[in-house]
Every structure is written in structure tokens, then in C-alpha cells.
């Protein structure tokens, strides 16, 4: 049995491990990777498993050396190890808040397929080392994974090609900082250092969203919509629903796409 963080993780372990794993998930659907606490059958649920996929996600600073410690013989695995993370952006007319924000770490490196190329690579590596029976398996899968990650990729570049250098747009939890370096997008946040944005501060980012022209917000199921929904208004543009943390992970992902595709026009 194998452990990861998030619900997309086990997506990428069951591409790779197939029949051959069983996974568990330790953030609950619904429940938000950023302030999770592990529920005491979880941690007794780890005494069974062979590999922990860790993520980088923030509940694991307080919570990964307690994980371990539950198991010393279970593997546990830094997945994200070799992915150079980019700093947690903030609105940028808030100048002090984005000074000290630049030290926070953009976690959520799951939601570019470039990156999921690295994830699975440092998964696959750890499934032989446990597992060194069923090398061809684990290799027969992770080479299908990759294929599908690259038709996957290509899409996605497509959907964006010719929209132009820069295309913006707001989302309240900014979970999609990696998806758009990946196809030349740039994400505003609304959530300024994990807080709603005060009245003053949602005045100038309607400011601002009209000024570029901004037509798209992206909200997320974790997080309240209200402040998203209120800009939308503003400016007339629409709320795109994106959820970060889908269990179908590739289909979720070009649902996105083609949604913001479709709000750009
Ligand atoms: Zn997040």
C-alpha cells in the first residue's frame, strides 16, 4: 500500500503502479492541502504502507516528520525533488505584502504536465526500489503515462497558441501558477497571503481587471467564491470553476483549458 498527499497524486500512482498498488490519500476530498491535520485512523493506516509520496504541500511541513516517525520502514518519497519552484505570487500593486510572499514557494507544481513528467519519474523510481519484482510492469506503465502526458501537453499548448503573449486572468487561491508558465499565461490572485481580499483591495483589482481587459476568474470548490463572483460582476466576465485538486486529474485538466479557451473569446 502507498500513501500521497493530494487526490492527483494518486492518479499519477495508479498510471504508474496499475493493479499492483493500492493507494491512500491523506487530504480528504474537500478538505484543503494548505491547513490539513491528518485524522488518527490515517495515522494508523500508515503502519501498512510501503512508500509516502510526499508532495511539498504545506500541510506536510508540520506533518511529514510525524508521518515518518509512524513507520520507519515505510519509503517516504519527495516528489517535487529537481522542480524549481517559482515564488507564490500576490496582487502586484499590494508592494509590501509581494515582498514578503516572494519567500513562500508555489506549491501547487501538480498542475502543469511538464512537472508531472518529474513527479512520476521520482515515483516511478521509488516503486522499483520497493518493488524490483515487477520492474517491467512499473516501466511498461510509466512509459504509456508519459505518452499520454505528452498528447496531453500538446492539447493543452494548442487550446493556447495564438491567444497571444500574456494572457491574463484572476483566481481567487492562486493554484495555477505553474499551468500558466507552462502555456504562457500569467494568473492575478485575488486571496492576498491566504486572506480575503479587504474592500479596498477588491476596488482595485476591478481596477485593474477592467484596465487589462481580464474576463475570466478562477474559483475553486476549497475556497469561497464570493470575492471572485463580485469581480466577475464588476467587470462582466465570468467564473470559471477549477478545481486543483481533482481525482481525474487529465480530464480535469483539459476541462480547464477548453473552459478558459472558451471565456477568452
Ligand atoms: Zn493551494
Avoid: C
Avoid at 519552484?85 to 504536465?113: A, G, N
Avoid at 498528447?151 to 500558466?180: C, N, Q, S
Avoid at 492575478?188 to 487589462?212: C, M, T, V
Avoid at 476568474?217 to 467564473?239: E, L, N, Y
Wanted: proline fraction near 6%; aromatic fraction near 10%; avoid cysteine.
Amino acid at each position: 500500500m502507498v500513501f500521497v498527499s493530494i487526490l492527483p497524486q494518486k492518479y499519477f500512482a495508479e498510471k504508474i503502479g496499475g493493479d499492483l498498488v493500492d493507494v491512500s490519500v491523506m487530504v480528504e476530498p474537500g478538505a484543503n492541502p494548505h491547513t490539513y491535520e491528518p485524522k488518527p485512523k490515517q495515522m494508523v493506516a500508515l503502519a501498512k504502507a510501503n512508500i509516502y509520496f510526499a508532495i511539498g504541500v504545506p500541510f506536510e511541513t508540520t506533518w511529514l516528520e510525524k508521518i515518518a516517525a509512524t513507520n520507519p520502514k515505510m519509503l517516504v518519497v519527495h516528489t517535487d525533488a529537481g522542480i524549481k519552484k517559482i515564488p507564490m505570487k500576490t496582487h502586484h500593486q499590494e508592494s509590501e505584502l509581494e515582498h514578503d510572499h516572494h519567500s513562500i514557494k508555489d506549491p501547487h507544481v501538480w498542475l502543469s504536465p511538464p512537472l508531472v513528467i518529474t513527479l512520476a519519474g521520482n515515483m516511478l523510481k521509488a516503486f522499483l526500489r520497493v518493488d524490483p519484482a515487477h520492474r517491467s510492469i512499473y516501466e511498461k506503465n510509466y512509459n504509456s503515462f508519459m505518452k499520454e502526458l505528452v498528447v496531453l501537453d500538446g492539447e493543452i499548448r494548442a487550446t493556447f497558441k495564438g491567444k497571444g503573449k500574456d494572457v491574463e486572468f484572476m483566481v481567487f487561491h492562486p493554484a495555477w501558477g505553474y499551468f500558466a508558465q507552462a502555456y504562457g499565461l500569467e494568473q492575478i490572485p485575488i486571496e492576498l497571503e491566504g486572506k480575503q481580499p479587504k474592500a479596498a483591495q477588491l476596488q482595485s483589482l476591478i481596477q485593474y481587471a477592467k484596465e487589462r481587459g481580464i474576463k475570466v476568474i478562477f474559483a475553486q470548490p476549497q475556497f469561497s467564491r464570493q470575492a471572485a463572483q463580485a469581480i466577475a460582476d464588476s467587470i462582466g466576465g465570468q467564473i470559471v470553476f477549477a478545481d486543483p485538486l481533482a481525482a481525474d486529474w487529465e480530464r480535469n485538466l483539459r476541462q480547464v483549458a477548453s473552459k478558459f479557451k472558451a471565456a477568452l473569446k
